[in-house]
């Protein structure tokens, strides 16, 4: 019998506590011996079948030598922070979902637990239920990464989702997603492009080796996404999605950022739609491979931290691949990349024409729409200044 | 310095030594010390940079106490079969690309393996260099695995495409993909669906439990596939893939089977093109994920080989989750399964009426060609005696 305990009881923790239940059988034929949640924290007790776990007082979980992993679903960076120390100073292996942690601390929160010759595994924290972290840190192993982008907040997607489909605006859309509890009451998170913009970070870090601050991230969401763009790009192929977006530069660095792209619809991530994500992984070997699935929701997000747990378990002492360098001095700006640009400006195509030499006209009626030919952010901002810019988009190529 | 060996030095074995040369730095950087390759078994010796690690005489890697992980690239069973039994009884590590190794023989070798003390790796049998094995068994541990399809075979699925964009019969698209190199000279093995039947027993292995023999699993490819459906069924919203499918039964068996399916236009292995690969994994909590990439080629396949090297390595003693029952007798027929089915019949939308009472119709033109409600195989078969049956497949739901 081996016994876990679980900080916070909203939607990850219960979900947790459930799959342990549901799975039983599963996890104990590839465990080799039941799984068992001894005790589950919190701030305010519940009434519920799981009643008899609950304490308020964390000691209880750090010193009962029984508890061998420890699951943060608590959120959110200080309690989580001080708890995840805690426990692996106290020889627990701990599993996590928590982005925001994991983003801002999980370089020093994976060194303590190389220390203490446990396991910190946040598979979770990115793509909820969809395998991601492990399959690029482990299958993709022999690879050079060189790339990882995707669709990595499902708020967002579903929002673009609906002005695609029913020509809704921006606020309307996220009325309904806030109405069918796919956005929360407040939305900045999400809408804003941060809670895409941690995990870009988590990929960054895992797929290059060294620490991306979110701080030094550009991230952008789509809160000023005009209905008036979704609509000439969509007639002229393309879709607009938000994506996060990691690059290995040609100088050894690397750059991040959080911005709404035209994608082409041949894309596979063009025909990704409502709360699903997908991520894609550009190996020197693999070439491109995308991971497709739904990005969060109770049991998908509780399912992976189960197997983290199994992972944690059975990788005795510890899985030494998974980590990175605390330098962070390798991060270049963003607007150092190459990519098409989407413009949309009042004025003509002449405009467009004496700021850019040839352009691809998408649309001409009173404003212009129109691609540049592949330029970096830096000569996209200087070429576009004598431009009455309505909106402006990187375009994947 | 660890040190490996490579038998068989074809398209993957080349691979394998090619990843370990060209991205020496980052399999260091991730296993703590440069790997190398020591050994390479060969028939015929070739000149070239990897001339003097040659040897004809196995009996020099099964007895070199350097080697600690073997590549099996021979192929095939008979001598790929008697070296991996040798290799993993002389203590090394196995790995290997060999899906009809592992499908015939898998269990047998793992269950030497453990024996043994070592692994036995296979990520690369299915997928190429998409990550799907470990991520169904790790990733998804906490899963009860329902059900596993997907596109699993480069070439029928680039055959196709060319029917569905160019119009061209089989028999052209199979010529142009032999001129591409997409075909072998015996395409054999792939268009009648015995590559991805391979596939979807190892996989259907892992995903339940228990050994699914390749002679029980019903194959089907796509040579007799006509042009003439692939159009009907794109004009009312369908693609025709050829998919390998596996579920668990109500009853707690399992079945599994490859045939062309009808797949509608919105899912999201409906826009799976070309040579390209996709798997489907449902799992009870996390729901319906999906990996996509290239399912073959060179690089890929051996970045994914070189990737379970480290993962064998890395993995003290071994990965126990990673293995089956040899019990075969939960499996059931594939048509005891309830799906929809296509049919194209000579005659009349009545004759299809008075077969199956209400049809959905695609199409009436002299041929009649429709769509049944949910039914069993054995229904379909049954109640399509009286019809002139010109063809028949399933409809993905």
């Known amino acids: 019998m081996i016994q876990i305990a679980i900080l916070g009881f909203g939607t990850v923790g219960t979900g947790v506590a459930k799959v342990v239940a549901e799975n039983a059988r599963q996890i104990e034929r590839k465990l080799g011996e039941p799984l068992q949640v001894k005790t589950i924290l919190v701030r305010h007790f519940k009434d519920g079948p799981f009643r008899q776990l609950m ?209 082409p619809e041949e894309s596979p991530l063009a025909s990704v739609e409502d709360v699903f994500n997908a991520v894609m992984l550009r190996g020197n070997a693999t070439g491109e491979v995308m991971f497709y699935g739904r990005g969060a929701g109770e049991m998908p997000t509780a399912s992976a931290c189960v197997a983290d747990v199994m992972e944690a378990l059975q990788s005795s002492p510890r899985r030494e691949e998974i980590g990175w360098s605390a330098d962070d001095s390798g991060f270049e700006d963003p607007l150092e990349l190459q990519t098409r640009y989407y413009f949309r400006i009042e004025g003509s195509l002449t405009d467009a024409a004496m700021a850019f030499g040839q352009v691809e006209v998408l649309s001409e009626d009173g404003e212009t729409a129109f691609l540049t030919d592949l330029i970096t952010g830096r000569d996209a901002l200087r070429q576009s200044k004598s431009l009455n810019i309505l909106s402006c988009m990187r375009v994947l190529a």
């Open 55 to 263: 304490t308020d007082d964390f000691k209880r979980i750090e010193e009962d030598g029984d508890i061998r992993v420890v699951v943060e679903a608590i959120g959110g960076v200080e309690a989580a922070y001080e708890y995840t120390k805690r426990a692996l100073s106290a020889g627990k292996h701990v599993v996590t979902a928590n982005k925001q942690l994991v983003a801002e601390k999980g370089c020093e929160l994976l060194s303590l637990a190389k220390k203490k010759n446990v396991n910190y595994l946040f598979e979770a924290s990115v793509g909820g239920g969809i395998p991601i972290l492990h399959p690029l840190t482990q299958c993709m192993a022999a690879n050079r990464i060189d790339e990882v982008y995707g669709i990595l907040n499902g708020t967002t997607n579903y929002i673009l989702t609906r002005m695609v489909r029913t020509g809704a605006f921006f606020s309307d859309a996220l009325r309904e997603a806030q109405a069918k509890g796919y956005a929360e009451a407040d939305p900045t998170a999400d809408v804003e492009g941060i809670d895409a913009g941690r995990k870009i970070c988590i990929l960054a870090d895992l797929a290059f080796g060294h620490q991306v601050n979110p701080e030094n991230v550009p991230m952008e969401g789509v809160s000023r996404l005009s209905l008036r763009d979704v609509k000439v790009a969509q007639r002229a192929g393309y879709r607009v999605k938000l994506l996060g977006r990691a690059v290995r530069m040609p100088g050894g660095g690397c750059t991040a950022y959080v911005a709404p792209h035209l994608i």
